[in-house]
């Protein structure tokens, strides 16, 4: 589904929130922020500056879902793949997330968000890594909002991991061979616990998933525009909202079927 910056008219802020009937609302919303390098390109400054001006489109996801009463958000930061960008360009990450992470929290926290961060950690600075985890810590009690941050993270590893951990129950005694199905292995993938994502937003104009919740998203909506990170604002999420309230979610049902169990 492409973006519809000029078929699909938003209200006010206030009025498009109050618009859209709770239970049309996505109860999970994963986002790929990118475009954050062309952001800056365009504007003839570093990479790196558009990494830090992806950080204030963050913080205005996160409010959306807060104001809307959407319960998870799922943002993909930086991806297993990402360590083959140039070593300056990782390095610099590494330093802006740090400084986010001591930035943002008090504001994640005083707002009722719980962080958790899903991915492999233990490829991270050993200082990011205990920051992450005192910002996880501090959170936890926190039921607004559940953000996941994707750091260091990619589909296939998810899976495998919790393949992995089958595997060892397997091999423990503890579960047996015959009682694997899609609920056990779900069970050990890394947003176990929470809703899958009824939507799926990309930013950036690339019409991908990236290796991104690859099992999470088996019946997400997708909503792709071309709207650069750092330029994703509050009006845009809520015409991303909007355009996900209007479908019709099947589920593999005919849209007979939909109509005939809601009843009159």
């Known amino acids: ?83 083959s960008r140039p070593p300056a360009e990782v390095r610099a990450l590494m330093v802006l997330f740090l ?56 589909g296939r590893w998810d899976i495998a991991q919790a393949a992995r951990r089958v595997a060892q129950a397997v091999a423990a005694g503890t579960l047996a061979p015959d009682a694997i199905d899609a609920g056990t292995l779900g069970a050990h993938l890394s947003l176990a616990g929470q809703p899958d994502p009824d939507l799926l937003i990309r930013t950036g104009g690339d ?8 099992w999470q998203l088996a019946y997400a909506e997708l909503y792709f525009t071309e709207v650069l990170w750092p330029d994703f604002d509050e009006r845009c999420m809520l015409r991303a909202i909007t355009d996900f309230a209007r479908r019709e979610r099947r589920f593999g049902k005919t849209g007979a079927q939909l109509r005939a169990e809601a009843g009159p």
Request: charged share 20%.
């Open 207 to 214: 019409h991908r998933i990236s290796n991104f919740l690859l």
């Open 99 to 154: 400084k986010a992470l001591d930035r943002e929290v008090d504001h994640l926290h005083e707002n009722g968000v719980r962080l958790r961060f899903i991915g492999d950690p233990t490829a991270f600075p050993v200082d990011l890594q205990a920051r992450m985890q005192a910002a996880v810590e501090r959170t936890s009690a926190n039921a607004t909002l559940a953000l996941n941050v994707a750091a260091n993270y990619g």
């Open 1 to 83: 589904m492409t973006d519809a910056l000029h078929a699909t008219p938003v209200p006010a802020n206030g009025a498009a929130a109050t618009a859209i009937p709770p239970e049309r609302l996505p109860r999970h919303v994963a986002i790929v922020m990118d475009g954050n390098g062309r952001w800056a390109e365009q504007r003839s400054r570093p990479r790196t500056f558009g990494h830090r001006a992806g950080v204030k489109a963050v913080r205005a996801a996160v409010e959306s879902c807060v104001r809307l009463g959407i319960p998870s958000l799922t943002l993909f930061a930086f991806s297993s793949e990402n360590w």
